[in-house]
């Protein structure tokens, strides 16, 4: 594949799609910008441009977003959702969850816990 200086649409669409189907996995710059067809600092500039967001605050956002869901749609213990959406710990998860919410993973389960059964997991709009 030919080295390219611009990231197209359905390009960054495919490299989305990767880190989503593979939050769980290790999530490095290279590896995104050679689906990219680039290499790793012209990524890193062109998917910041385009995103907003440098890759890695963006992977980190995707796997603290997909943590919430899974803490508010499933029973499953913290530390293994910690491990499905790729952080090395729940410790890792917490920290990241609480600079991006203000609270811990934990404190989002109890007070989830605490709605009355009907008010749980309501469809939204």
Do not use: W
Request: charge should be neutral; charged fraction near 25%.
């Amino acid at each position: 594949m030919e080295p390219t200086t611009s990231l197209d649409n359905n390009t960054l669409n495919r490299v989305l799609r990767y880190i989503d189907d593979h939050l769980d996995g290790q999530l490095e710059v290279a590896a995104l910008a050679d689906l990219a067809g680039m290499s790793a600092s012209c990524f890193a500039r062109l998917f910041q441009q385009k995103v907003q967001l440098a890759p890695h605050a963006f992977v980190l956002r995707a796997r603290v977003e997909r943590a919430r869901r899974l803490l508010l749609e499933t029973a499953i213990p913290i530390a293994e959702i910690a491990m499905e959406v790729g952080f090395s710990s729940q410790a890792c998860l917490n920290v990241a969850y609480k600079m991006h919410y203000g609270e811990t993973p934990g404190s989002l389960r109890l007070k989830d816990s605490r709605k009355p059964k009907d008010m749980q997991h309501a469809p939204e709009g």
